[in-house]
């Protein structure tokens, strides 16, 4: 009997395959009839483009930040101060966290990128954010245990469906093999858009915001914590989050973000 259906499931199984190439092929053939209809288009100039969402014009026109920098915050320098050469602001207003580390600079090209993958579902942005992000903080994602993306509070992520910073930690998950923990940090009580707010209001904005759980330490202590995020723009956010990290009992924490404002008009010591 086993004989006798053998060629009958062999036929069904032929038929089956062919059906699956046959839905394979088609979805190719719509994917790239959809792609040549409707081609991608550049974030920030909306000329069409291959691949990452930024064109090459708007590619160059990206200032990512390379040595020399604060060896703390950052922050580039316009020459070059000598070794371990601290900005005037790594002295006069020290963070909680240990070092910083950025892609790009805050311009109007990281500024669309920003705002298209926060605001306008352009996930798609992330892996080449999230890469730059890789690159930069190298150094630091070679000492991580953890990464943990700054949260957003439960009614916020529910309206925009998800974190801009966890998407970007992601990205770098994938890149590094430093594993990702979404749900060790908690942003406890809503707080206001830090947009338009002076250093001040940013900072107490933030104050008391955001927690390690008690059945979440153990995901913290003793580790080293790269926290990330998209933006780092007074460092208010960022901080109040280490605050919160080192209470847990982390081991140290450092900040990696894809931009950071930068004011030109500040020197090294």
Known sequence: MDAEASPSRSIATHWRSALGAWRGAWSHA?????????????????????GEGVCAECWAKLSFIAQPYCPRLGIPFVYDPGPDMLSMEAI????????????????DVARTLVHALKYQDRTDLAPAMGRWMARAGHELLGEADVLVPVPLHWRRAWR??????????????RQTGAKVAPEALRRIRPTEQQIGLSRTQRASNV?????????RQFLIAGRRVVLIDDVLTSGATVDACARALLR???ASVDVL?????VDSHKTPI
Do not use: H, M, W
């Open 30 to 50: 719509a994917r790239l009839a959809l792609d040549v209809a409707l081609p991608t288009l550049c974030v920030a100039c909306r000329e069409p483009v291959d």
């Open 207 to 215: 104050q008391g915001a955001f927690k390690v759980a008690a059945d």
């Open 248 to 250: 847990a009992k982390a």
């Open 257 to 261: 973000v894809f931009a950071r404002v």
């Open 92 to 107: 006069s207003n020290p963070p909680a966290y240990a070092r910083a580390r950025a892609a790009v600079r805050y311009d």
């Open 160 to 173: 925009r469906r998800y974190n801009q910073s966890g998407a970007l930690a992601r990205v770098i998950e």
